[in-house]
């Protein structure tokens, strides 16, 4: 039996139960290496995921699907263990945007606009000898490096991948992180789906989740149902409520509504 089919099917199975927190845990179980595993960030202050660092200092490629209806939000982080060396992928106002350094400065790649629409998008970074190639959908853009160094760190050295977000303790341990502002990126809501590493070559590997916070079982979204946010707090759907981000305001409180 296909495995990816397989879970699909099981997690069609699972939208039906009133159990379905349980039921993601099942699936995520069952997907074993993780074959085509799609999952849903609620997109609060701390939620993130956390994959095996790619091994890509001058070849390999990765890959991920992703869907959400915000416009904003950091979709993807890796660094070379806190040195110089960084891939950081997030969504500014609907649009994705690439920051790398890898020792000679950084590079910002832009592409595609709209992203936030609730369909699904496909990126890939691929990186061959001084290239890194960007794609977004059928568009791709490549950063040749120049400098002595284009190597993206060590294989002993380089940091977990990061999906959505970064654990909230490197907020204390910013000098660990090659890029520290990635901590002060909202991070993505949204679904993801399909994270693959390709090597050199040619064979791919569909990668393991190793850590997580703030997956949702389901993308219902209770925000667009009842928004209990003022002041323009960001709504955030969890699996036990709506939470308010209330960062960017000027107020506090569980609704943003205390001065
Ligand atoms: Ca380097």
């Given at each position: 039996m296909n495995m990816s089919t397989h879970t699909t099917g099981d997690m069609m199975e699972c939208r039906t139960t009133r159990i379905q927190t349980l039921c993601v845990i099942i699936v995520i179980l069952m997907s074993g290496t993780s074959w085509g595993l799609e999952f849903t960030l609620e997109g609060s202050l701390t939620s993130y995921t956390k994959f095996p660092?790619?091994?890509?200092?001058e070849n390999g490629s990765m890959k991920l699907q992703f869907r959400g209806?915000?416009?904003?939000?950091?979709?993807l982080y890796m660094d070379d263990g806190g040195r110089y060396d960084f891939f950081e992928v997030k969504l500014v106002e609907g649009v994705a945007r690439l920051r790398l350094n890898l020792g000679g400065g950084t590079y910002v790649i832009t592409l595609g606009q709209g992203?936030?629409?609730g369909e699904w998008h496909s990126m890939e970074l691929h990186r061959a000898s001084t290239e890194t190639t960007f794609t977004l959908d059928s568009i791709s853009e490549t950063h040749h490096c120049s400098n002595a160094d284009c190597q993206f760190g060590n294989a002993s050295r380089n940091s977990d991948v990061f999906v959505g977000g970064l654990p909230i303790e490197y907020g204390a341990r910013l000098s660990m992180l090659a890029l520290p502002s990635v901590m002060f990126e909202p991070r993505f809501k949204g679904s993801v789906r399909n994270l693959v590493y390709t090597d050199f070559g040619g064979s791919s590997e569909y990668v393991q989740m190793i850590d997580s916070r703030g997956l949702r079982a389901t993308d219902r979204s209770e925000c667009d149902e009842s928004n209990p946010c003022h002041h323009d707090g960001i709504c955030v759907n969890t699996d036990s409520g709506t939470l308010c981000d209330?960062?960017?305001?000027d107020y506090i409180g569980k609704q943003c509504d205390t001065d």
């Open positions: 660092p790619w091994e890509a200092s209806l915000f416009p904003n939000g950091l979709l992203l936030d629409d209330c960062s960017h305001t």
